[in-house]
């Protein structure tokens, strides 16, 4: 569950800083790219608010692979090339709804499998890792763009890793 978490840090803060200049170099007006990033906010709230209410009614494991495929089907469109305003704000919307949602499957998860005796602890831990996983997206994606000069690498990059970070909530 910590690996998993820490990848979705990755991806989190990587597409969060570097989502317009992505959209920029993929050949989108600054203020296009400016307008789909902007579409993260409402997604993001839509993402916590859909996503707590299917936890109280499906299994928790099938909610996090299925919402937080979102993201991965949003940095493979990008990796391709994605270069008009409606497809880069359909990805920002999808990179929206599993940045809303990830807290909310950290905080849920842990207390369904780990209980509540520890569960500031183990949260607190599992929430270390998302943030160092965090600090190393923006890094990642910028060091990506500076040594290949494009942002293709990254993107293939976090998608298969926030795929295969997936791949645990299916045996939970």
């Known amino acids: 569950m910590a690996g998993s978490f820490a990848i979705f840090g ?3 803060a990587g597409m969060l800083v570097h989502l317009v200049p992505l959209l920029i170099a993929r050949g989108l007006p600054g203020d296009q790219a400016a307008l789909a990033a902007s579409s993260i ?14 936890l109280d009614r499906v299994f928790g494991p099938y909610i ?3 919402v937080m495929l979102c993201p991965v089907v ?11 305003l409606a497809v880069a704000v359909a990805c920002a919307i999808l990179i929206g709804i599993g940045l809303g949602a990830e807290m909310d499957f ?4 842990i207390s369904r499998y780990f209980g509540l005796k520890s569960y500031s602890e183990i949260y607190g ?12 997206g923006p890094i990642m994606m910028g060091f990506a763009q500076q040594s290949t000069g494009s942002y293709t690498p990254a993107l293939w990059a976090l998608t298969a890793l926030t795929a295969a970070a997936l791949v645990p909530f299916a045996f939970f």
């Open 10 to 12: 990755l991806f989190t």
């Open 41 to 54: 906010g409402a997604a993001l709230i839509f993402g916590r608010l859909f996503a707590g209410f299917l």
């Open 64 to 66: 996090v692979i299925a």
């Open 74 to 84: 949003a940095m493979a469109t990008l990796a391709t090339g994605a270069g008009t």
């Open 106 to 109: 950290m905080g849920y998860l």
């Open 125 to 136: 831990y599992i929430n270390g890792v998302f943030l160092f996983g965090s600090a190393l």
